[in-house]
């Protein structure tokens, strides 16, 4: 055979015609794929981890702390995120509605927060009001009677809900009542009021809710969903 590197079927043996022929192109080709390729594994595998850094939309539901903006927040209004797969509701009341707070204590269940119901030691912990502000309330919207989630209607004497409705929040599915701070009414069948969770103000409009400003208490839970 030949020594010329030129590829000639003619002058090889059978053998050899079923092996392929140099191509230096190829090669080329293949040491630098197998280079990108490597390259690109090792950006894969940081980019995972660069995104771990940050809780990622799944673990802010699953119980990773989530902020809350308050700065639209309107009197009377509530708004709801998810936290720990469940309505983590934000509410901001009126001076009205602080005001009538106490005149409910008779009306209801545990009206001083007495059942661990919220987190213990939250600063400046209000039990009536059950909130660290008093103009802000901080809930987990699950009923504890049987996990429903309630309606919010902060307008007392609201109709379907008769004269005595002292405006709160009400559950469709068995028809038991909360007030303002989310406390449970005599009469219903849920035993308890509804979950504080943890919580602390970053700033004067960002909440911080599903744990406490040192980094603990993110594995609270109350007495029942």
């Given at each position: 055979m030949s020594t010329d590197s030129t590829y000639n079927p003619a002058m090889m043996s059978p053998g050899e015609l079923h092996k392929s022929p140099p191509d230096p192109g190829r090669r080329r080709f293949l040491t630098t794929a197998s280079t990108v390729v490597g390259a690109a594994g090792v950006v894969a595998a940081a980019i995972p981890f660069v995104e771990s850094l940050e809780p990622s939309a799944r673990a802010k539901a699953g119980g990773a702390p989530v902020e809350v903006d308050i700065s639209k927040l309107e009197p009377g209004q509530m708004l709801s995120v998810l936290w720990r797969k469940k309505p983590l509701w934000v509410v901001r009341r009126t001076k009205a509605d602080l005001a009538e707070l106490?005149?409910?204590?008779?009306?209801?269940?545990?009206?001083?927060?007495?059942?661990?119901?919220?987190?213990?030691?939250?600063?400046?912990?209000?039990?009536?009001?059950?909130?660290?502000?008093?103009?802000?309330?901080?809930?987990?919207?699950?009923?504890?009677?049987?996990?429903?989630?309630?309606?919010?209607?902060?307008?007392?004497?609201?109709?379907?809900?008769?004269?005595?409705?002292?405006?709160?929040?009400?559950?469709?599915?068995h028809g038991s009542r909360y007030d303002l701070s989310g406390r449970v009414m005599d009469g219903s069948p849920a035993p308890y009021?509804?979950?504080?969770?943890?919580?602390?103000?970053?700033?004067?409009?960002?909440?911080?809710?599903?744990?406490?400003?040192?980094?603990?208490?993110?594995?609270?839970?109350?007495?029942?969903?």
């Open positions: 106490p005149k409910l204590n008779g009306q209801l269940k545990d009206p001083l927060s007495k059942v661990a119901q919220q987190v213990p030691n939250l600063p400046d912990w209000n039990p009536i009001q059950r909130s660290i502000k008093p103009e802000y309330l901080v809930l987990v919207g699950i009923c504890t009677h049987l996990g429903c989630i309630p309606g919010y209607d902060p307008k007392p004497g609201s109709a379907g809900l008769g004269a005595s409705w002292p405006g709160g929040f009400f559950c469709p599915c009021n509804l979950p504080v969770p943890p919580h602390y103000y970053r700033t004067d409009s960002v909440i911080v809710a599903g744990e406490m400003k040192n980094g603990s208490e993110q594995a609270w839970s109350p007495v029942t969903w």
